[in-house]
């Protein structure tokens, strides 16, 4: 245990040794806002997800320590809050939950993954509650105990929802909800996955991350084909200790990119589609443009990405370069 | 001596019941404000925008909003967008609080709805406390204001705060003893304010 503790001091004390490294590479990102603003009562507090709505401009932030979802349009000025509850264990009452990923469809509706449900909640775009998408009854067997852990949607609205529990997969749902197919299973294989620890969607590419396993990004088609994995767990530039949140972007010559939030190491790297680090930003810290933990990142376009700070308490926006 | 005692009595009694009766006329629930000098135009388009929840139920403001609605579909001097036109135009320009509504937000929904008036509000209070004689009371407290689609002015308020034991006469009697009733009816009275407003 107290080996526990030295080492989760002595990481920041690394973080800051690699982020004076990074400073010399400041040039990879310009911070250009930032809010603690919760959108309601105060300061956010424990802010885990972000999702940015290109179509309205709005960016989505579950806000699990406020148990609330929080909307900001694209300065990070707050326009919408609200208290996201969910059934009781016994499903009889409802309990203020604990919010842990948002997305958005087309429709403004959202799809909430909440600590405290076993259920996917979709809500109407004014945060009330119409349908609740049980993972068991997806896969057609309510004796299964399994739940929601990660949640991407593509421009097509196609929803993909990773699950853990008795079976460790990713659902694939249609733009109505409706169950399409299991697309990747945890199999002894390497081409499959462990334990996905972030999830992004983008132009039919599928990219998870793993919390264990080597290689930490891999990326699949939308039909569950694996095409390729890279970055280690060793101490290079390339490698990840937690690759916590992630997003495909492509910039305007049409290159395609990963950025990926690594929690321990305090930054966020810029991977090129052959697994090699174009750039890394932030470094640990609190002033602006440094992090301190970050584990919700989201791409806006227009090289402009949001990323979100647990223990900062806070939402950033950087523009890429 | 009796005879003058009883009589003095019984007109003790009846000017009681009076009162009683007078009383509940008194202390007017609904305090309602219009802009000075504006032109109410004849026959507007209005729209009922979901009332806000500040109370700690949920659905309340829901089912205030619905009695809005049907309260204002029958009458002759407004007509009312659907429900669902509004609720759509809301999704569409992602306008999901009506208490503060900014300016480009009002002139998109009036633009989108092609109407004269919203109507927002809020419900501040909803509940229904014990009360050993009437078993409950009902306490209910809504806020609403008609805004101009055109200049996005708030050209009408009203203010409303009522309890069920107001209108109680005498045991019980003539006492509101559900929330439901009780907001419908300071709808109602909210609604016909609204009306007067217009040609």
Redesign the interface.
Known sequence: MRLLCLLLLLLPVTALGQASSLRLNQEAATFTAMTYDNGADGPLKNPGFAFYDKRAGELFVAATGNRRIVVYDFDLTPKFAFQHFVRDQKGENMVLGEPKAVVVNSHGDMLVIDNLADYVDVLDFRGKSFQQLHPNHLLGDTTLKVKADLIAIDDSDNVYLSVGGDITAVLALDRNLNFKRRLIEHTADSNAIVGPLAMAVMDSLLLLTEFREAPVLKLFDTTGRYLTGFGGRDIAKEDFSMAIAAAIYRDSAGNLSFLVADALRQVIKRVAADGSLIASFGGFGAYPGALSYPTGLTYAGNRTCFVVERVGARIQRFVIK | MNAVRLQALCAGLLLLVVAAFLMPGCGAPLATRHAQGTVFASNPKIAVL?FDNYTDQ?LVSAKVTEYFQTTMAGRSKFTLIENGTTFEA??RL?I??ATVLRKGQIDSLAQTLQIDYLLAGSVLEYREIGDKFLQKIPQVSINARLIDGKTGATVWTGVSNDSGDRTELLFGLGAIKSADDLSRRMVESMVRDIEGLFR
């Open positions: 979901p949920d809301l999704r992602r999901r609080s």
